[in-house]
């Protein structure tokens, strides 16, 4: 799969809805909100589309370390991916949500950390989608159940001793994907302590998408890195290992493929200050 079909249009996406081997996400959340995304799904959705929660379904229970939406046991993230019809490294799964890809970028990551790479974005998301007049529901599809069976890539991820061992070191790069207020420390409406990791660098997330979630082209995302793309090794982290995984999105939009994931982020690396 070349990296720009990580990318599909709501015309694509349309065309496909009747198709078996195509499960749709809904993505859709609010931090602020948690409940929001959901009772959005209830009320309209792409037709066919099932709900995966970001706190509930794409993260685990929160611990005193860790970061505030640590990934998933990978076991059983592949049951509810098969509960709703995904087969291992054959249905390809297409995530929307209305948030520039927030959190639907989140499921793109998991299943490729999970070893699935049939998996795509919709391109502007649901407004992309309810904007050019395709087909909506609020009828809640029951799935023919799939197999899922992960082969967890382990070096996609880093923790804070990996961090802290490797961040100074040549061919290195951390880069903070949060906005650039709170990268500086100037503004932090989330975690108990502001700022960033010391040597860290700043990508914003919101800088792979226009304002209507449409993502930038490859050449666009090129010129984005440029300046570190020499880099053996990126590592990526945001608030808490969800939005940074739309700038792991842009590495791999960019043909680089160097990016890891900081799982637990800002909000681990403070748990220890």
Known sequence: MTNLSF??????????????????????????????????????????????????????????????????????????????????????????DDSRFAFAARLWWLLRYLGHDRVALLDGGWGAWHSQGYPVTDVVPVPLPGRFVPQVREGWVVDI???????????????????????????????????HIPGAVNYPWQEVTDTQGYVHSPTAQQQRWQDIQQHDNVIVYCGSGVTACVNLLSLELASIRAGKLYAGSWSDWCSYL
């Open 7 to 96: 990318i599909v249009s709501a015309q694509y996406l349309n065309q496909q809805l009747n198709d078996p081997q195509v499960a749709v996400v809904d993505c859709r959340f609010a931090l602020t909100e948690p409940e929001l995304g959901y009772q959005q799904y209830e009320q309209s959705h792409i037709p066919g589309a099932h709900y995966l929660d970001l706190n509930k379904d794409l993260s685990s229970p929160v611990g005193r370390h860790g970061g505030r939406h640590p990934l998933p046991d990978p076991q059983q993230f592949a049951q509810k991916l098969a509960a709703i019809g995904v087969n291992f490294q054959e249905t390809l799964v297409i995530a929307y």
């Open 161 to 195: 001793n990996k961090v802290k061992a490797c961040k100074d070191l040549p061919g290195v790069v951390l880069v903070d994907s949060r906005e650039r207020d709170r990268y500086a420390g100037e503004r932090e409406p989330i975690d108990p302590v502001a700022g």
